[in-house]
């Protein structure tokens, strides 16, 4: 199975500033007949489902705010968050959905400082 | 757009089974590639995925839960179910159902609110 390791697992930044979180897989999530990287990128609130932000590594999911951008590809990606704003607040998850076995990140905790 | 509707006992007794059912409107579930999944996070801690379910009735499975979770399609009733037999403490967890977000390989883009299941002794 295709491991997923976030960092890091908690971040405080402030207001308006830039935020960034990394995820790196156990093995390549890049598909290349499709010239596509098999990652996605979800934001949790508190007592909500979490929410699809970010497919295909860097492609926003309809209605997500331009702040939010994803990079990376093969191993190594990153979830960026260039003005944070305060409902930004949330835990995020990256996932991996190139093995039939689908696992997620384990999490990063986003507070604001 | 599609809706999910999580639905269940929340409280199985240890060694039992634990079965939950997820209602699907807005859509047909038998229309369309996509693929039906099952999601959990125990209280506090972040998400495992369980397994999934195409239309055709293939699934794919967690390995650490192969061997206890079915997951079916009853398209008569546009739902899809979990079973989970012989539930101890540490599947006491908030169970999500979700579908794909788009046709064939695509990321879980649709979400039920997720029903807390405790597993008591």
């Known amino acids: 199975d295709i491991v997923m390791t976030q960092s890091p697992d908690s971040l405080a930044v402030s207001l308006g500033e830039r935020a960034t979180i990394n995820c790196k897989s156990s093995?390549?999530?890049?598909?290349?007949?499709?010239?596509?990287?098999?990652l996605s990128w979800y934001q949790q609130k508190p007592g909500q489902p979490p929410m699809l932000l970010i497919y295909w590594a860097s492609t926003r999911e309809s209605g997500v705010p331009d702040r939010f951008s994803g990079s990376g590809s093969g191993t190594d990606f990153t979830l960026t968050i260039s003005s944070l704003q305060a409902e930004d607040a949330a835990v995020y998850y990256c996932?991996?959905?190139?093995?039939?076995?689908?696992?997620f990140g384990q999490g990063t905790k986003l507070e604001i400082k | 757009q599609v809706q999910l509707q999580e639905s269940g006992p929340g409280l199985v007794r240890s060694s039992q089974t634990l079965s939950l059912t997820c209602t699907v409107s807005g859509g047909s579930i038998s229309s369309g590639d996509y693929y039906w999944s099952w999601i959990r996070q125990p209280p506090g801690k972040g998400l495992e995925w369980i397994g999934r379910?195409?239309?055709?009735?293939?699934?794919y499975y967690n390995a650490s839960l192969e061997s206890r979770a079915t997951i079916s399609v009853d398209t008569s009733k546009n739902q899809f179910s979990l079973r989970l037999r012989f539930v101890t403490a540490a599947d006491t967890a908030v169970y999500y159902c979700a579908r794909a977000r788009g046709h064939g390989y695509s990321p879980p883009g649709f979400w039920g609110q997720g029903t807390l299941v405790t597993v008591s002794s």
């Open positions: 379910i195409y239309n055709s009735g293939t699934t």
């Open positions: 093995h390549s999530v890049f598909y290349s007949p499709d010239n596509k990287n098999f």
């Open positions: 996932q991996q959905y190139y093995s039939t076995v689908f696992s």
